[in-house]
T-cell receptor, first 115, second 116 residues
């Protein structure tokens, strides 16, 4: 079965600095990878996805993610963090090797951007 | 678009009572997912449907939990009887089946359940 791991519970960065939120994945077939963001008392919002093509994927709010097949990673990045980026971030994976289409999420990483 | 609509947004009940959570997926979406979010266990997939048919319910915690999708525009998640450990935020999400193999899920705002 597919799975993702987010090794960091918490990431703290200063406003204006670059940020990275890490994610590694495990699938038996081709990975379909996603990043979501959750603000307090809200549902999950889609940020970006990797299906195929360029390894660098650009998404909403200036976020991007780099797919690395050899390292089975899909880290989320942003060149310059904003205080408003503070939220809970989830990495997710879908694997269609066995005729299913469910989505599995990591444990989440809480990003705090300090002024 | 109205988005995925969940009700109630908040529910407080006493142990032993029946709880029913409701979800209306985005029109045209025929894959529907129920997730549970807790601090201890994170975001867990409970069950999902394709074209109103349950595909995988292996995440349903126990027989007290049941889910139905009687038509393409409505699903329920029922807990009977409820217990304090069921306290969590329950999310419903939907996606089009046509692009379900590549597409993202669209989430509702969640139903926060507190069982006293």
């Amino acid at each position: 079965a597919q799975s993702v791991a987010q090794p960091e519970d918490q990431v703290n960065v200063a406003e204006g600095n670059p940020l990275t939120v890490k994610c590694t994945y495990s699938v038996s077939g081709n990975p379909y990878l996603f990043w979501y963001v959750q603000y307090p008392n809200r549902g999950l919002q889609f940020l970006l996805k990797y299906i195929t093509g360029d390894n660098l994927v650009k998404g909403s709010y200036g976020f991007e993610a780099e797919f690395n097949k050899s390292q089975t990673s899909f880290h989320l990045k942003k060149p310059s963090a904003l205080v408003s980026d503070s939220a809970l971030y989830f990495c997710a994976v879908r694997d269609f090797s066995y005729n299913n289409n469910d989505m599995r999420f990591g444990a989440g990483t809480r990003l705090t951007v300090k002024p | 678009d109205a988005g995925v609509i969940q009700s109630p947004r908040h529910e407080v009940t006493e142990m032993g009572q029946e709880v029913t959570l409701r979800c209306k997926p985005i029109s045209g979406h025929n894959s529907l997912f129920w997730y549970r979010q807790t601090m201890m266990r994170g975001l867990e997939l409970l069950i999902y449907f394709n074209n109103n048919v349950p595909i995988d319910d292996s995440g349903m915690p126990e027989d007290r939990f049941s889910a139905k999708m009687p038509n393409a525009s409505f699903s329920t998640l029922k807990i009977q009887p409820s217990e304090p450990r069921d306290s969590a935020v329950y999310f419903c999400a939907s996606s089009p089946l046509r692009t379900a193999n590549t597409g993202e899920l669209f989430f509702g705002e969640g139903s926060r359940l507190t069982v006293l």
